[in-house]
């Protein structure tokens, strides 16, 4: 099943077009990588697939179950780690019945339990993207859209990442991966190239 | 933790959040508690007894109230700080955490639970400020009617709060958001309106066109005089609607595309 496509995508800003004709899609089931130089429009494309940003033009397709960790620091710094992802915990429960041992497992495998009750201001960068992650991914979306999700991790947290996505892929949930480097390249099914506003595919 | 959903309305646990919110905002607190006191005490002490007068403009006819610099500059400075104030608040909760709240609502929130959960705090600071405004000017100057006193700052505040929210939504810099409330506060009501520093002022009708005009004329004939100021309880309170419909057009006017995600079929996804 198609989960995320785009087709002909033209979308910029008022200085310069950044995305010329971007074409993509992500199946279910699928781990897809999107490469590209500093400021070859990775996070326009993907501020576009979801709403955030207006393209120009083209045609978008998305999956309403969507998750989405972005690259921007986005969390309320006044509010703890807790009352974070309770309140998204929440707003989820009432599309689906969240899975209550995947939340749990999430928060061990990311080591973020002793960090609970820290105030989101308060958090070292790598504990902050580990709470943009377990945000995007603790109500288990059929669609997982991750803009540089790795920065600031440690080699255990990078490890735990993977694991967590390979489980997630092993129940036909797919995930789209925004990175300027992207190492590992065997785990992705495919990974396109952004150069020049167009996605070219690597593998 | 407990690891399952709050079983309370999305839109109360907003509500929940912002309170705890405005009391972890520490600077906030301490402008709560230091500027009406520092600003209102400093006028007190260097205020002088002479007396001027205020244009008080009722329907179909204006009044001359006479007035001593004191009272004159203790009320329009305790409007200043009750519109910086709720200015200022208003910008702290719809500036740094609006795109939080935007997540939200792409994750699942509906913006009416938003509103709900935000407003709600947003009107009981409002309360607050303009309670404890009117509360200060009655120890410092007698006020006739201080419940309509209390009626033109919360109508002040509800003014102020929706153009700093307007601002906090359009800008993404604290310092210029704060800069600005700031300066807005400060020019109009502190210093446009006031004849002790412009004298002018009162009979310019740009003046009159400025949003604390109706409010100040209220508070005025609330603190002075024995009559309700009808002109001005519209004039404010179409001001007060007009700047709510503005604060609403800017939040939604950056939620909407968002929102449509979510709006989707859920298995045809957006298109």
Request: proline content about 4%; charged content about 15%; some cysteine.
């Amino acid at each position: 099943m198609l989960l995320c496509s785009c087709d002909r995508l033209v979308a910029g800003y008022p200085s310069r077009e950044v995305l010329r004709g971007c074409s993509l899609e992500v199946r279910e089931g699928e781990t897809v990588g999107v490469s590209g130089e500093n400021g070859s429009g990775k996070s326009t494309l993907v501020r576009c697939l979801l709403g955030f940003h207006r393209p120009r033009g083209g045609t978008i397709f998305i999956h309403p179950s969507v998750g989405y960790c972005p690259q921007e620091r986005y969390l309320h710094t006044r509010l703890t780690v807790e009352e974070h992802l309770r309140l998204t915990l929440t707003i989820q429960a009432r599309n689906r019945t969240p899975d209550i041992g995947f939340f749990q497992a999430l928060v061990e495998r990311l080591r973020l339990s002793s960090s609970l009750t820290a105030r989101i201001g308060h958090l070292s960068s790598g504990t902050y993207q580990k709470v943009k992650l377990a945000t995007a991914l603790l109500h288990m979306p059929m669609l997982t859209v991750l803009d540089e999700p790795t920065d600031g991790f440690d080699w255990t947290t990078y490890l735990a990442f993977w694991d967590i996505m390979g489980e997630l892929k092993a129940r036909g949930h797919a995930a789209l991966i925004i990175s300027h480097l992207l190492y590992d390249r065997q785990r992705f099914d495919r990974i396109y190239e952004l150069k020049g506003g167009v996605c070219e595919t690597l593998s | 933790m407990r690891h399952s959903p709050d079983t309370v309305p999305v839109a109360i646990r907003i509500l929940m959040l912002s309170a705890r919110e405005a009391l972890r905002n520490r600077g906030g607190l301490l402008m709560f508690f230091l500027v009406p006191v520092v600003f209102l005490g400093a006028i007190h002490i260097t205020a002088g007894l002479g007396v001027i007068s205020i244009n008080l403009y009722f329907p179909g006819e204006m009044l001359r109230v006479l007035l001593t610099v004191r009272n004159v500059c203790l009320v329009f400075g305790a409007a200043g700080v009750c519109g910086f104030l709720s200015a200022y608040y208003a910008l702290v909760m719809f500036q740094q955490p609006f795109e939080y709240f935007r997540f939200c609502v792409f994750e699942g929130l509906h913006p009416a639970e938003y509103l709900a959960g935000r407003f709600g705090m947003l009107t009981m600071l409002l309360t607050v400020f303009a309670a404890c405004t009117t509360a200060l000017t009655g120890l410092l100057v007698p006020l006739t009617h201080p419940e309509v006193v209390f009626s033109g700052y919360l109508l002040l505040g509800i003014i102020y709060g929706a153009l700093g929210g307007i601002i906090g939504t359009i800008s993404r810099d604290f310092l210029v958001g704060f800069l600005s409330v700031a300066i807005l506060a400060d020019l109009d009501v502190a210093w446009l309106q006031n004849p002790v520093y412009y004298t002018a002022g009162q009979d310019l009708d740009l003046v009159r066109w400025l949003p604390a005009f109706y409010p100040c004329q209220l508070v005025f004939a609330g603190a002075f005089t024995e009559d309700t100021n009808i002109l001005a309880v519209w004039g404010s309170c179409t001001y007060a609607a007009a700047s709510l419909v503005l604060f609403l057009v800017s939040i939604a006017s950056r939620l909407w595309r968002v929102r449509r995600i979510r709006t989707a079929h859920p298995e045809g996804g957006e298109s």
